[in-house]
């Protein structure tokens, strides 16, 4: 298993030069990493099934021992940077972009992207299932984000937050 991931490591980066990755970093063969901006992935960590890193101008900045279950979906628009040791589980999706709605004389396709300043996750996160990270926001470190939240605002470190929006629900300490 791991030499089909170290091989997979390899081919990536073949074909996406802006693609960085630290020792024991590992990809699945079936995850999706698109060219465009840059994408670093740190030490130990793990990119999974399905998984599909998209950078488009930006960059995602994934920290050490951390990992992406099965498919997470990571627009890095405004950038995107995850700390170490964070959990995300599947189905959570990462957008650091919106669509611009300004104007009503054009469709909103033609209006292209903007972000609020990207998405910072700090260190021993747990994201559950079928959550969204929303562009602007900052993760405290030690939080829980619960199965299926909308993260829109800030979320204090230790805190354990839920809910659409999500709310802070708990804390940790
Ligand atoms: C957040 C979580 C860890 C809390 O687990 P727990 O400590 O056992 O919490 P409880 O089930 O006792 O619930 C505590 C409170 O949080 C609420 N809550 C729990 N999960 C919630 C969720 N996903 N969204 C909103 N509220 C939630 C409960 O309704 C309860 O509220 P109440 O006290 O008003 O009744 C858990 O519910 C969760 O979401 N885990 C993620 C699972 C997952 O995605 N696993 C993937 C593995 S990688």
Known sequence: ????YNLTGIFFRLFNRQLTMEKGARIDPRAFVAR???????ENSIVR???MLLPSSGRIHIGKRTSLNQYVV?????GVKIGDDVMIAAFTSIFAANHRSDRVDVPMRQQGMYSKGGIVIEDDVWIGTHCAILDGVTIGHGSIIAAGAVVNRDVPPFSIVGGVPGKVIGTRT
Do not use: K, Q
């Open 49 to 51: 099934a399905g998984t």
């Open 74 to 78: 990571i627009n890095g628009e405004g």
């Open 36 to 42: 465009g901006g840059t994408v670093h992935i740190g």
């Open 1 to 4: 298993m791991s030499l089909t």
